[in-house]
């Protein structure tokens, strides 16, 4: 008799100890909202560290624009901040490197005896009339390397003297380079020293060099040359 009474209270006791047990308290929301937002920001985190450091930083600015943006309190964004200037420079350089070498157009044709290989650049500014001028390099296989300046829809005016050239690269003083006149009439003028120009140009982010032009007169003209690609012009002169 007393052991049916006692497993009853047993049960009951149990029970009631159970009721008593408190309830875990509710997650703090803003610490879940903390915990979330650093989730995120760490996915992001790595993709910006990816394209870092794997050359491609104008997507790793946006990225780390968005993690500074969106997720400003988290560890992620303190850690973009670090190199995300760094990366900005970098991004811009390579904007404008790509910018520069889109300026040059080369060209390969076969000619007699081999490939003539030609690169050309229009000026910075364009002239009156649509007419442009351009700077060309060409290797031919039969008349060796040639720098000119080349006209469209102009002529150069040779009556003050286009004997020599002044020609400054980027923000030296202007030197004087002997130029020459095609006896076949074309509306080129001929750098004489191909070799000295090409070697200076290449170390130079611009040219500027001074011309006369046929009912347009005076004409500082600036060739942004920072994009050259001297692996376009394989057949350089021996030296």
Known sequence: MRAHLILPIAISLGLLACSRTPAPPAPDPAAVAKAD??????????LYEQMRNGGSADIAVNLGDEIVKSYPNTSAAAQVQKTLGEVRDKA????????????????SVPEAGGIQYSAAIASKESLPGNARIRLVLRQHPKWGQSVYLLLDNATFDCSKGCATLPVAFDDAPAQRMKATIPPTGEPALF??????FIAKMEKAQKVSIDVNIFKVGAKTEVFEVGGYDASKMPNKPKK
């Open 191 to 196: 750098i004489d020293d191909d070799k000295g």
């Open 92 to 107: 811009k350089r390579e904007t404008e490197s790509k910018r520069l070498s889109r300026l040059w157009a080369y060209n």
């Open 37 to 46: 937002a650093e989730a995120k920001a760490n996915k992001q985190l790595a």
